[in-house]
């Protein structure tokens, strides 16, 4: 598509003589090779931070100093820094792990049967209040997780599940985002007649939703459950401020307990302490999960299909 | 047709007046519940705390006042606002500029991979961007130290100065975040008709001119979304600052944003009602910013 670009304008060149406001372009080269290598910048800006984690979870600390950037250390040291790592407080790093799981899957679990429904009650179906609904869902769709984090915590301190399991879960599965985006879909790929005909036919609510919108929904069902696991998987503030103890924490907060505990990065860390190619090695595996499905999904992430789907 | 759309569901709701009212709210109702109780209840309790004394008892803008006269509050609005300035013009310009380069690329193919690249630090996203900029920036074990050498800096210590954490925190969302608008960015300008592009190009108009006079007018609706967006998140800063302020050997403060102030409020100070009344002024520019955006753009046609 884009290479016919060129075209018109080079037959046209040829046919008329040479207009007096284009001139002639020595840079065509530039023209070619800068935005290219503005490219190319960002790529190595985006991409090398993660070459160079990948890398360093291969390598001992000195290495990491010493070696090249960019070098690969061995599967030896690979297998050293784990079983540093998971010597850490017993295996710690594998029960944050395991937590960052139960919490993005249980809420992402409660997300999809409450939004699904909601989300397609909204777009197909007349009730009091569906205005009202949107509206608000729109609103606090557009507000960062972030900002109710510490009103949060004082509600969920009041009813005393501070440091329990519903206190990152239920504040997780609250995701208007996923509501919104099950409302888009219905609304522009479920035609209302099929719904009319199923109720005709003396299909209840209920029937025509299971009959008709859920085999249709998978797309949505996929697209909602992608941006609730990355955005429980990656939330740092709330279980910060939530669970007290570290055999609670998930992933995200884990890590960053471990840098307290690097020399390098706070002089203070005393015994036990951490060195920062396990660092690495744990950030490698705190984020391992999102990746993956960052590759899985790589198709439709890129496909700027995505156009208005995104919230970051 | 979203009106026609409506009037076929009115018609509907008059034929069967109850039972597609009931069936409807039955549909909504979990999600109604965690909207209340994860919305609305906590906006209320924060409201609540603003506006009372440790003892309970209505204390009008006292702890608005208060907390604004702490020595730290001045500071992490001044530092919030540079932030904001970097990070939002950054995002722009470069974001914009990315994408129309994107979209000139004559190869498909290899432009999606470019997305895809640029993408993948959102993986990263929270705790793991933080740790991994650390180690960037320490110019003992970072790929780019002999650019940060170049630049004069030799130790981590001299990276993180505190005149330079507006920058790095930027960088670092930017890092993130901008890749996914990349990513929206790109898929707006193919929904730019392309006779449009056609009747530009036989004028004799050039990539330069197309960007400017036709491309970036019909991108200028999802800029200002970007930029409401980022900036309703960017002003609630706080993973990297707390990050970074653990790690800095005490050169960044616990304090650089309102966020890390209310929470220390909270949690070291335990004044909970100073760090509500800032979280409710937090909540309030949030709020604001949504709802101007949602009732002026048309962007979300609620029909």
Same mark, same amino acid.
């Not at chain 1, 009103?151 to 509501?179: M, R």
């Not at chain 1, 860390?269 to 993956?292: K, S």
């Given at each position: ?8 304008? !080079? ?5 008329v003589p040479?207009?007096?406001r ?11 090779v ?34 090249n ?7 030896h040291q ?9 010597g %850490?407080?017993g295996?710690?790093i594998?029960?944050?792990?395991r937590?960052?799981?139960?919490y993005?899957?249980?809420a992402l679990?409660i ?10 009650a909204?777009a197909?179906?007349e $009730?009091?209040?569906?205005r009202?609904l949107?509206?608000m ?13 510490v009103p949060?915590?004082l509600? #969920?301190?009041?009813? /005393? ?12 599965s ?6 919104y985006?099950?409302?888009?879909y $219905?609304?522009? !790929? ?5 719904? !009319?005909a199923a109720?005709?036919?003396?299909c209840?609510? $209920?029937?025509?939703f ?10 949505i069902i ?8 990355v ?6 503030f709330?279980p910060y ?7 609670q ?11 307290t505990?690097?020399p390098?990065?706070?002089p203070t860390?005393?015994a036990g302490?951490?060195? *920062?190619?396990?660092?690495?090695l ?5 984020i ?6 960052f590759?899985f !999904?790589?198709?439709?992430?890129v ?5 208005g789907?995104t919230?970051? | 047709?979203?009106?026609a &759309? ?5 018609? *509907?709701?008059?034929?069967?007046p109850?039972?597609?009212?009931g069936?409807g ?17 906590p ?7 603003a506006f ?5 008892? $209505? ?9 604004a006269k702490?020595f730290r ?5 001044? /530092?919030i606002?540079?932030?904001l300035?970097i ?5 722009v310009v470069?974001? &914009? ?13 290899l432009?999606?991979?470019v ?7 959102g993986a ?11 180690f960037?920036?320490d110019?003992?074990?970072s790929?780019?130290?002999s650019?940060l050498?170049?630049?004069g800096?030799?130790?981590?210590g001299?990276v993180?100065?505190p ?7 930027a960088?670092?969302?930017?890092w &993130?975040?901008?890749?996914g608008?990349?990513?929206v960015?790109y898929?707006?300008?193919?929904n730019?008709?392309h006779? #449009?592009?056609?009747?530009? *190009?036989?004028?004799g ?6 960007a400017?006079?036709i ?6 609706k999802?800029i ?18 707390q ?8 050169v960044a403060g ?5 966020n ?29 910013v949504a ?6 753009s *048309? %962007?979300?046609d609620?029909?």
């Amino acid at each position: 598509m884009r290479t016919d670009a060129v075209a018109p304008a !080079a037959v046209g060149g040829r046919a008329v003589p040479p207009r007096p406001r284009r001139r002639p372009r020595p840079s065509r080269a530039a023209g070619q090779v800068l935005p290219g290598l503005l490219l190319l910048v960002f790529v190595v800006f985006f991409v090398l931070p993660v070459v160079w984690l990948l890398l360093a979870a291969t390598k001992s600390d000195a290495q990491l100093v010493q070696d090249n950037p960019l070098s690969f250390g061995s599967w030896h040291q690979l297998r050293v820094n784990w079983d540093e790592l998971t010597g %850490f407080q017993g295996n710690v790093i594998l029960l944050w792990l395991r937590n960052s799981a139960v919490y993005a899957f249980v809420a992402l679990a409660i997300t999809l049967v409450v939004s699904i429904p909601a989300g397609y009650a909204m777009a197909m179906m007349e $009730f009091r209040g569906r205005r009202a609904l949107l509206v608000m869902t729109l609103v606090v769709m557009l507000m960062p997780a972030t900002t109710l984090v510490v009103p949060l915590f004082l509600e #969920i301190n009041e009813v /005393h599940l501070v440091g329990t399991l519903w206190s990152v879960v239920l504040p997780f599965s609250f995701y208007p985002f996923g509501v919104y985006l099950t409302y888009i879909y $219905f609304s522009t !790929a479920l035609p209302r007649d099929l719904l !009319a005909a199923a109720r005709i036919d003396g299909c209840s609510e $209920f029937g025509a939703f299971r009959r008709i919108a859920l085999p249709l929904a998978a797309p949505i069902i996929a697209l909602v459950g992608f941006f609730s696991f990355v955005a429980n998987w990656t939330n740092f503030f709330l279980p910060y401020v939530m669970l007290p103890q570290s055999g609670q924490y998930p992933a995200q907060v884990g890590i960053a307990l471990l840098l307290t505990d690097v020399p390098q990065f706070n002089p203070t860390a005393g015994a036990g302490t951490v060195l *920062r190619p396990e660092l690495a090695l744990a950030t490698l595996l705190a984020i391992g999960p999102v990746l993956l499905v960052f590759l899985f !999904a790589q198709r439709f992430l890129v496909s700027g299909l995505l156009a208005g789907a995104t919230k970051e | 047709m979203t009106s026609a &759309t409506t009037g076929s569901a009115r018609a *509907r709701a008059r034929r069967a007046p109850w039972r597609a009212v009931g069936a409807g709210h039955a549909f909504v109702a979990g999600y109604v519940i965690l909207l209340v109780a994860f919305g609305l209840v906590p906006v209320g309790y924060g409201i609540y705390f603003a506006f009372t004394n440790a003892d309970n008892y $209505f204390a009008g803008f006292s702890n608005f006042v208060q907390s604004a006269k702490d020595f730290r509050y001045v500071p992490a609005l001044e /530092h919030i606002g540079v932030y904001l300035v970097i990070w939002l013009i950054a995002l722009v310009v470069l974001v &914009t500029g990315l994408a129309l380069v994107l979209h000139q690329l004559p190869v498909r193919r290899l432009g999606g991979l470019v997305r895809f690249f640029y993408y993948i630090p959102g993986a990263l996203a929270g705790a793991a961007s933080v740790l991994v900029w650390l180690f960037m920036l320490d110019p003992t074990v970072s790929p780019a130290s002999s650019f940060l050498h170049l630049l004069g800096y030799g130790t981590f210590g001299q990276v993180i100065a505190p005149g330079h954490l507006a920058v790095l925190f930027a960088m670092i969302a930017f890092w &993130t975040g901008a890749g996914g608008w990349i990513v929206v960015m790109y898929g707006a300008l193919n929904n730019i008709p392309h006779d #449009i592009m056609e009747a530009a *190009r036989i004028d004799g108009a050039g990539a330069w001119r197309i960007a400017r006079y036709i491309q970036i007018p019909m991108l200028r609706k999802w800029i200002v979304y970007m930029v409401i967006l980022a900036f309703a998140t960017g002003a609630q800063l706080f993973v990297e600052p707390q990050l970074v302020s653990e790690a800095s050997m005490g050169v960044a403060g616990r304090d650089y944003s309102p966020n890390q102030l209310a929470y220390d409020f909270a949690f070291q100070n335990n004044n909970v009602n100073y760090a509500a009344a800032i979280s409710v002024e937090l909540l309030v520019v949030s709020l604001v910013v949504a709802a101007i955006f949602v009732t002026r753009s *048309r %962007f979300f046609d609620a029909n």
